[in-house]
């Protein structure tokens, strides 16, 4: 299993990232996968899912209405379109392979980095 972000950069508040994070390894197809994120000094914390066939998301609290996730399973990818980023969005975001809805993941990608100026 191999799950590789990208995406990641230096945005001012306001401003607009997607992240995506290509998938191989295993049937993508078939797992719901997960955008989470930790800052310094912080606990990680889940900012959005999406099960296998798009049926379903889940977002956070903080990133309703901002952020979307996304798939396209014939590219083994997934997205987190983020918009209206706010300097509490700084972070580092890890994509994850989902074993049970919503949240617990099994294989975590190495981050990319997500810095908002204010």
């Known amino acids: 299993v191999q799950l590789v972000e990208s995406g990641g950069g230096l945005v001012q508040s306001g401003g607009s990232l997607r992240l995506s994070c290509a998938a191989s390894g295993f049937p993508f197809r078939l797992y719901g996968m997960t955008w989470y994120r930790q800052a310094p000094g912080k606990e990680r914390e889940s900012v959005a899912s999406i099960k296998s066939f798009s049926t379903s998301t889940r977002y956070a609290d903080s990133v309703k209405g901002r952020f979307t996730v996304s798939r396209d399973n014939a590219k083994n990818t997934v997205y987190l379109q983020m918009d209206s980023l706010k300097p509490e969005d700084t972070a580092v975001y890890y994509c994850?392979?989902?074993?049970?809805?919503?949240?617990?993941?099994?294989?975590w990608g190495q981050g990319t980095q997500v810095t908002v100026s204010s």
């Open positions: 994850g392979r989902l074993t049970s809805w919503p949240v617990q993941a099994d294989y």
